[in-house]
């Protein structure tokens, strides 16, 4: 029949029309700001640096490796390592960053910094409303704007943060020295035999 095709679609459009007063998943408008939309776990947007314990600057996880500045595509960390070092989340001294800038007018949000780091350290933010009127400096995120705390990290992405929690306590088992052997004692005295 002529016209079946536009009739059909006219049909799914008052569907959902009237869906969308009925039906709570075809409630698709979002009142942003007032409503916001649950972020999926994986949603991404620009990088933090994770701290442990309650001290941003001592928990820092980053060793200053460099690793994340090199391999980032548009070139937009920029890492100045310490003169001395810190104790790491396994007691062992580490250099620490004295400096960790990273320019998120910049970043692309592509995550690679997070893939290339052997530390844990890096990892994907999902606060997207970082917008400034100020055209040059103010989106240049600095260490103290980095940091965030492992806790945090569990609120934004709580299965990858736990996968990471258990990497890294296996990791850090694994560096511990074992129980010493057991001292060689004597040797039992042979018992006399029941068979007479
Ligand atoms: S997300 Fe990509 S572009 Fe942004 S800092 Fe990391 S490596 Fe660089
Ligand atoms: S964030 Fe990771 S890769 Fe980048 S400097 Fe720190 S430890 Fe190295």
Redesign the pocket.
């Known amino acids: 029949m002529i016209g079946a095709g536009i009739l059909k679609g006219m049909a799914v459009t008052l569907r959902n029309f009237a869906g969308s007063y009925f039906e709570k998943d075809r409630l698709i408008t979002v009142q942003y700001p007032e409503e916001r939309s649950p972020l999926p776990e994986n949603y991404r947007n620009?990088?933090i640096l994770i701290y442990d314990t309650e001290d941003a600057e001592a928990g820092l996880r980053c060793v200053a490796c460099k690793i994340?500045e090199k391999?980032?595509?548009?070139q937009?960390?920029y890492i100045v390592k310490s003169e001395d070092k810190k104790p790491d989340y396994m007691g062992k001294p580490q250099f620490y960053p004295k400096i960790f800038d990273?320019d998120i007018s910049v970043?692309?949000?592509?995550?690679?910094?997070v893939e290339v780091c052997p530390f844990e350290a890096i990892k994907m933010d999902k606060v997207f409303e970082l917008s400034k009127r100020e055209r040059f400096d103010a989106l240049l995120q600095r260490k103290n704007d980095l940091a965030k705390s492992n806790s945090y990290y569990h609120e934004i992405h709580p299965v990858e943060a736990a996968e990471v929690d258990t990497k890294l306590a296996e990791a850090a088992a694994k560096k511990k020295p074992g129980p010493a052997p057991a001292a060689a004692g004597p040797k039992p005295a042979p018992q006399p035999s029941n068979t007479g």
């Open positions: 620009f990088p994340c391999e980032c595509p548009p937009c960390i990273i970043c692309m949000s592509c995550q690679i910094c």
